[in-house]
């Protein structure tokens, strides 16, 4: 709130009892040199390349080829991290015509080497992560029930209730 107030606000401070032609004309020469000096540097900014994760519209802006690649719903964090670590730019767009929801990734790099590294980082992950489950690994609810089923089994000790009254 208040850098936006700071923003629209024109600060121009004098230290001067009277206020001569001279003194106002270097006010305003100095407010106009700041004022120019701001809007370089909004260019600036402006003409600087967005890096990493980024629009579509923005990445195709940008003027170099642009590939895509269809990937699932649990890749989408594995894919941004190889990417980042690689310089890759890219653009994650979803599907929602079909259920479940599919992903696609559109991404570009000045080198080629880049990309065929990321999708080589990326296909080992994706391939190590299918492997691991296809591993013959009992479910968690599976295990549960037949531990309940043990516990089941073993006897239940009575506990012998007397009623004795003590003097």
């Not at 895509?68 to 890219?90: E, H, L, P, Q």
Request: cysteine-free; aromatic content about 6%.
């Amino acid at each position: 709130m208040q850098e936006d107030v700071a923003r629209q606000t024109v600060q121009l401070a004098i230290r001067s009892g009277k206020v001569s032609g001279q003194l106002l004309w270097k006010a305003l020469k100095a407010y106009v040199a700041h004022h120019n000096k701001k809007k370089a540097a909004k260019e600036v900014a402006k003409n600087t390349p967005i890096k990493g994760k980024q629009s579509v519209k923005q990445l195709v802006g940008q003027g170099q080829g642009v590939s895509s690649m269809d990937i699932g719903d649990s890749g989408i964090r594995d894919f941004k991290r190889i990417a980042n670590k690689y310089g890759v730019d890219f653009a994650i767009t979803k599907d929602r015509s079909i259920d479940p929801p599919k992903y696609t990734v559109f991404f570009k790099a000045k080198d080629a080497d880049a990309i065929t590294a990321v999708l080589k980082e990326y296909a080992a992950k994706q391939t190590k992560r299918k492997e691991s489950k296809e591993k013959e690994r009992p479910s968690i609810l599976q295990k549960l029930k037949k531990f309940k089923e043990i516990v089941a089994k073993t006897p239940n000790k009575q506990k012998e209730r007397r009623k004795e009254q003590e003097r």
